[in-house]
């Protein structure tokens, strides 16, 4: 049913746990996986990172890859065809319109993300995927015992 599956990640526990869900339903479907980290580099990008805007644009970059890497890693062993990707530019418009380019059938995302200012700023990139996209998305709903 489903050929290619987007794992969009940042990195976050809800995160991790959307991409192990998504995962086995590429493994039950056979399906393609793209892994996506957007770094938001922007000017409401994470505001935690400290330094010059250019060694915290190369912090988000490298940070971003690493959260793609671990879940290739993990798909790989699985024995999916996995390809990772880091993006730049505003998570929830980037999502899309990677989405559409490749061709997703099924996005699998968290209930929420990191949060903090770039939440408030910017609203839920989960609910901006749903509301705008044309593309089903499987909401995983980590375990989590915080409000």
Do not use: K, W
């Not at 990008?45 to 060694?55: F, I, K, M, T, Y």
């Amino acid at each position: 049913m489903f050929e290619t599956i987007l794992i969009p990640t940042d990195g976050s526990d809800h995160a991790e746990a959307a991409a192990e869900t998504a995962i086995e339903l590429a493994t039950i479907h056979d399906a393609a996986v793209h892994v996506v980290c957007v770094a938001d580099t922007g000017p409401l990008g994470d505001l935690r990172l400290p330094g010059d805007a250019a060694s915290a644009e190369e912090a988000m970059r490298g940070r971003a890859q690493a959260h793609v890497d671990s879940i290739v890693e993990r798909a790989d062993a699985a024995g999916l065809d996995v390809t990772g990707t880091v993006l730049e530019g505003p998570p929830e418009h980037e999502l899309l319109e990677y989405a559409d380019e490749v061709g997703v059938d099924l996005v699998v995302m968290a209930t929420r993300g990191r949060g903090g200012v770039q939440r408030m700023a910017l609203g839920s990139v989960t609910d901006h995927v749903i509301r705008f996209g044309e593309i089903p998305v499987f909401v995983a709903n980590a375990d989590d015992e915080s409000p």
